[in-house]
């Protein structure tokens, strides 16, 4: 299928039938706010009046907004936005259900990357793109140098102490630098970190030492940092086009990486299918094509696979693609504009961070192969959260919920990650085993026990599988569940190698779940 090129005026009726918008935060670097955006009657846009209303306001809270670029929603209901003038990482709450962040106590400096702003010492001229890994605590934050100050550089922060920053001793470190001199030669601008836990940066230098394009960053050695001898590679590198400019990063919950080359017009989709640590032919494609004058800074994916574009000319605008053909292309009727400053009576001057409100997580996990619970069966100890280790990762299986566990509305997913691409058996129990820590079987733990109901067997593709997937039935009316149901989740996975016992199989954590009405 050939790459779709629509105009606007197209675009606009793209979508033959209203799809209910999740909750987004969208930051604007022209007049200074962050805009939450909400399809309050579920028409399918944004565009109706009280559906983008100010979340905060440097004119009416008490923090500068210089130039807010990057934009992260985190899973308590704390936005954190990147100002690369303030050389700040700015966090925004809603404490006393008002609507906005604009009180005092509801807005403070997460980070300082000021001289003297943190007890790290750690600077942070130019922050850009940031992510927070749920599996680790970690915040990751791409910030380039401002010429004359500070390293070009990926920044890990974390707060030790609970204490709502990263601002204290031993809190932030620079994860990895750009080896040579700063003047252009890297230029980091969005960060994430992949299902096998590998932290994955967009550089777009300028000067043409270095390529341009999706780096992989892995600390082999434990020492801290990615700065050793063979830790970061080239991951991926966009086919040549013309005066290309990268600024995002994003990774799906499928395990897709997108990015947007603004200079073209271009949305890249690309994973790495065959696990080699590198994109190669087929393993990309040419997502989405605007066809006409844009600018896109940012996009985020949402549980349905749907991506969510922050469009700045030239008009504001968001732009839903759905692959509702799973083709791997944006053709006719998968593109629709859900924001245009021009039908809307909010103007978002211009929009660079673009993210989803995060839905707490629906369950619990339990039962870790990480050595705080039972002892896995031959040494094969995971790392934190996750089940034991396997003959691919080292880490061990993680099984993570996404969505609402609501018999009403069933959203739930099951995700489960780090896994041999194999057959994966996802179910569900009415107990857990042992008492909790687990019971050995296989390369494993089981945790799940009672009575079992098996939801679905999927395949592995890149470590990662899901249930459901479109077809399946719903986890609700798969496990047979009602309101007030207390389940157990895992999943059983395939894993051929001679590890560790004669068994062939082994197990993600588990997770408990009590089902909503």
Same mark, same amino acid.
Request: with cysteine.
């Given at each position: 299928?050939?790459?779709?090129?629509?105009?606007?005026?197209?675009?606009?009726?793209?979508?033959?039938?209203?799809?209910?918008?999740?909750?987004?935060?969208?930051?604007?670097?022209?007049?200074?706010?962050?805009?939450?955006?909400?399809?309050?009657?579920?028409?399918?846009?944004?565009?109706?009046?009280?559906?983008?209303?100010?979340?905060?306001?440097?004119?009416?809270?008490?923090?500068?907004?210089?130039?807010?670029?990057?934009?992260?929603?985190?899973?308590?209901?704390?936005?954190?936005?990147?100002?690369?003038?303030?050389?700040?990482?700015?966090?925004?709450?809603?404490?006393?259900?008002?609507?906005?962040?604009?009180?005092?106590?509801?807005?403070?400096?997460?980070?300082?990357?000021?001289?003297?702003?943190?007890?790290?010492?750690?600077?942070?001229?130019?922050?850009?793109?940031?992510?927070?890994?749920?599996?680790?605590?970690?915040?990751?934050?791409?910030?380039s140098n401002s010429g004359?100050?500070?390293?070009?550089?990926?920044? +890990? %922060?974390? #707060?030790? !102490?609970? /204490? @709502? $920053? *990263?601002?204290?001793? =031993? &809190?932030?470190?620079?994860?990895?630098?750009?080896?040579?001199?700063?003047?252009?030669?890297?230029?980091?601008?969005?960060?994430?970190?992949?299902?096998?836990?590998?932290?994955?940066?967009?550089?777009?230098?300028?000067?043409?030492?270095?390529?341009?394009?999706?780096? +992989? %960053?892995? #600390?082999? !050695?434990? /020492? @801290? $940092? *990615?700065?050793?001898? =063979? &830790?970061?590679?080239?991951?991926?590198?966009?086919?040549?086009?013309?005066?290309?400019?990268?600024?995002?990063?994003?990774?799906?919950?499928?395990?897709?990486?997108?990015?947007?080359?603004?200079?073209?017009?271009?949305?890249?989709?690309?994973?790495?299918?065959?696990?080699?640590?590198?994109?190669?032919?087929?393993?990309?494609? *040419?997502?989405?094509?605007?066809?006409?004058?844009?600018?896109?800074?940012?996009?985020?994916?949402?549980?349905?696979?749907?991506?969510?574009?922050?469009?700045?000319?030239?008009?504001?605008?968001?732009?839903?693609?759905?692959?509702?053909?799973?083709?791997?292309?944006?053709?006719?009727?998968?593109a629709t504009v859900v924001?245009?400053?021009?039908?809307?009576?909010?103007?978002?001057?211009?929009?660079?961070?673009?993210?989803?409100?995060?839905?707490?997580?629906?369950?619990?996990?339990?039962?870790?192969?990480?050595?705080?619970?039972?002892?896995?069966?031959?040494?094969?100890?995971?790392?934190?959260?996750?089940?034991?280790?396997?003959?691919?990762?080292?880490?061990?299986?993680?099984?993570?919920?996404?969505?609402?566990?609501?018999?009403?509305?069933?959203?739930?997913?099951?995700?489960?990650?780090?896994?041999?691409?194999?057959?994966?058996?996802?179910?569900?129990?009415?107990?857990?085993?042992?008492?909790?820590?687990?019971?050995?079987?296989?390369?494993?733990?089981?945790?799940?026990?009672?009575?079992?109901?098996?939801?679905?067997?999927?395949?592995?593709?890149?470590?990662?599988?899901?249930?459901?997937?479109?077809?399946?039935?719903?986890?609700?009316?798969?496990?047979?569940?009602?309101?007030?149901?207390?389940?157990y989740y895992q999943v059983?996975?395939?894993?051929?190698?001679?590890?560790?016992?004669?068994?062939?199989?082994?197990?993600?954590?588990?997770?408990?779940?009590?089902?909503?009405?």
């Amino acid at each position: 299928m050939k790459p779709l090129h629509l105009p606007l005026s197209v675009l606009l009726l793209a979508s033959s039938a209203a799809a209910q918008i999740p909750v987004q935060y969208v930051t604007d670097a022209t007049n200074d706010n962050v805009w939450r955006c909400a399809d309050l009657n579920a028409d399918g846009d944004l565009n109706d009046p009280g559906e983008v209303v100010v979340f905060y306001s440097d004119v009416l809270g008490s923090i500068v907004l210089g130039n807010n670029v990057g934009l992260h929603a985190g899973p308590d209901a704390t936005v954190y936005v990147t100002d690369s003038t303030e050389d700040c990482v700015l966090a925004f709450r809603d404490f006393n259900g008002d609507g906005n962040a604009n009180s005092d106590g509801e807005h403070w400096r997460f980070f300082d990357g000021r001289a003297g702003g943190n007890a790290s010492a750690v600077l942070m001229p130019a922050a850009n793109g940031l992510y927070f890994d749920r599996n680790t605590g970690v915040w990751w934050v791409a910030s380039s140098n401002s010429g004359s100050t500070g390293n070009d550089a990926i920044l +890990r %922060l974390v #707060d030790l !102490n609970g /204490d @709502g $920053d *990263a601002n204290d001793a =031993g &809190e932030a470190s620079e994860f990895w630098t750009f080896p040579g001199s700063p003047g252009g030669d890297s230029l980091p601008q969005a960060v994430t970190v992949g299902l096998d836990g590998a932290v994955y940066f967009m550089d777009a230098p300028s000067s043409g030492l270095r390529q341009k394009g999706v780096y +992989r %960053l892995q #600390d082999l !050695n434990s /020492d @801290g $940092d *990615a700065m050793d001898v =063979g &830790e970061e590679t080239l991951f991926f590198v966009p086919p040549f086009t013309a005066t290309p400019f990268y600024w995002c990063l994003e990774l799906g919950p499928d395990g897709w990486f997108y990015t947007a080359d603004t200079g073209n017009e271009i949305v890249w989709r690309f994973r790495d299918l065959n696990s080699n640590g590198v994109i190669g032919a087929g393993e990309f494609s *040419a997502f989405y094509t605007v066809g006409s004058a844009s600018t896109m800074w940012d996009l985020t994916v949402a549980p349905d696979g749907s991506v969510y574009v922050s469009d700045f000319a030239p008009t504001s605008r968001i732009i839903r693609l759905l692959d509702g053909d799973a083709s791997g292309v944006i053709g006719p009727g998968e593109a629709t504009v859900v924001y245009d400053e021009a039908l809307s009576p909010s103007v978002i001057g211009n929009g660079r961070g673009i993210d989803l409100e995060r839905e707490l997580s629906a369950g619990v996990a339990y039962c870790y192969g990480d050595g705080t619970g039972n002892a896995c069966p031959c040494g094969n100890v995971g790392t934190a959260g996750k089940g034991c280790a396997n003959s691919i990762f080292a880490s061990g299986a993680r099984l993570e919920t996404q969505g609402a566990a609501s018999i009403a509305n069933d959203t739930l997913a099951l995700v489960g990650t780090r896994m041999p691409n194999s057959s994966a058996l996802y179910f569900q129990g009415t107990t857990t085993a042992g008492g909790g820590p687990g019971v050995v079987f296989g390369d494993g733990l089981r945790c799940v026990g009672g009575s079992v109901i098996r939801l679905g067997t999927k395949s592995n593709v890149a470590g990662l599988s899901r249930y459901p997937a479109p077809g399946d039935q719903p986890v609700s009316v798969r496990g047979q569940n009602a309101a007030g149901n207390v389940r157990y989740y895992q999943v059983w996975y395939r894993n051929a190698a001679a590890f560790c016992t004669p068994d062939t199989f082994n197990l993600s954590n588990g997770v408990e779940l009590t089902w909503a009405p």
